[in-house]
Nanobody, 117 residues
Framework: QVQLVESGGGLVQPGGSLRLSCAAS????????MAWYRQTPGKQRDLVAR???????NYADSVKGRFTISRDNTKKTVYLQMNSLKPEDTAIYYC???????????WGQGTQVTVSS
């Protein structure tokens, strides 16, 4: 079983930056696809950014050019650098690990990001 622990959330003013981190346990991090999702009350959890084991990335249109996902396989950690934050980025951000061959799908506990003046 994989455990994911997110950190780095908090309160930031519009236009500011935050970096989220997600540390994984276990041995499959380097071959898994990692992703960040976000969710606001009453709404579904939406994909923000994804990075494959070969470091191919894709982003939601709403964050392209502002957010960057990256991974460090030696530290078993995935990051989400968030710049030019907007109030509409306010949400709980969740880390996800997905590995097709084992049908494995794990989630972190979430970290709150609030963008407000």
């Amino acid at each position: 079983q994989v455990q994911l622990v997110e950190s780095g959330g908090g309160l930031v003013q519009p236009g500011g930056s935050l970096r989220l981190s997600c540390a994984a346990s276990g041995s499959i991090f380097s071959i898994a696809t990692m992703a960040w999702y976000r969710q606001t009350p009453g709404k579904q959890r939406d994909l923000v950014a994804r990075i494959t084991s070969s470091s191919t990335t894709n982003y939601a249109d709403s964050v392209k050019g502002r957010f960057t996902i990256s991974r460090d396989n030696t530290k078993k950690t995935v990051y989400l650098q968030m710049n030019s934050l907007k109030p509409e980025d306010t949400a709980i951000y969740y880390c996800n690990l997905h590995y097709d061959q084992s049908n494995l799908d794990s989630w972190g506990q979430g970290t709150q990001v609030t963008v407000s003046s």
